[in-house]
């Protein structure tokens, strides 16, 4: 079975600072997806970035982007010039590929929350 | 078709109680799925569903959880004989999909249930 894991409860960052959010994995399978979300309180999960495991290309969405590490199963998320809108409790996801699993369900880890100081 | 929708978005329950949540999808969306977030934890998987069939249930979902989604729009899902640790957030999802491909995963607000 697959599981994913968060081991930083908590970060803080200053204001227009970058922080890195870690994130592993672990799976037999050799592809899949893996995703980072974003929770604000009370509200909704945002997709912040997806990520597929055939693309050794690292994933980019404007401030945020990913260290995709394939053989170290490691997945971590940098947020640069950091904004107080970024403070919210962020999500590592994955989901295996549906042909070999059947499934389209994802995993999450426990989250890290993030607090951005002014 | 601002989204996901779940309603109510805060449930109140005696314990022993029945408690029934709905998640609209977003129209065009065929697949829909149902999380549980307990506090400080990520989702967890319960179930998913492709139009009205229900394709796939996780060991969470014990004999006292069942969900419906009758017509492949919204869906329901039921607690009977709510129990202190039902306590949690449920959340609902839906996207698009053909075959491997899905498209447009979106999550709702969620319903957090207290059982008292």
């Known amino acids: ?118 | 078709d601002t989204g996901v929708s779940q309603d109510p978005r805060h449930k109140i329950t005696k314990r022993g109680q029945n408690v029934t949540f709905r998640c609209d999808p977003i129209s065009e969306h065929n697949r829909l799925y149902w999380y549980r977030q307990t506090l400080g934890q990520g989702p967890e998987f319960l179930t998913y569903f492709q139009n009205e069939a229900q394709l796939e249930k996780s060991r969470l979902l014990s004999d006292r959880f069942s969900a419906e989604r009758p017509k492949g729009s919204f869906s329901t899902l039921e607690i009977q004989r709510t129990e202190q640790g039902d306590s949690a957030m449920y959340l609902c999802a839906s996207s698009f999909g053909s075959g491997q491909l899905s498209y447009g995963y979106t999550f709702g607000s969620g319903t957090r249930l207290t059982v008292v």
């Not at chain 1, 227009?16 to 592809?31: I, K, Q, W």
């Not at chain 1, 389209?104 to 929350?113: A, E, L, V």
Request: aromatic share 14%; charged share 20%; proline share 3%.
């Open chain 1, 1 to 118: 079975a697959q599981t994913v894991t968060q081991s930083q409860p908590e970060m803080s960052v200053q204001e227009a600072e970058t922080v890195t959010l870690s994130c592993t994995y672990d799976t037999s399978e050799s592809d899949y997806y893996l995703f980072w979300y974003k929770q604000p309180p009370s509200r909704q999960m945002i997709l912040v970035i997806r990520q597929e495991a055939y693309k050794q290309q690292n994933a980019t969405e404007n401030r945020f982007s990913v260290n995709f590490q394939k053989a170290a199963k490691s997945f971590s998320l940098k947020i640069s010039d950091s904004q107080l809108g970024d403070a919210a409790m962020y999500f590592c996801a994955y989901r295996s590929q549906p042909i070999t699993s059947g499934t389209y369900k994802y995993i999450f880890g426990t989250g890290t929350r993030l607090k951005v100081l002014a």
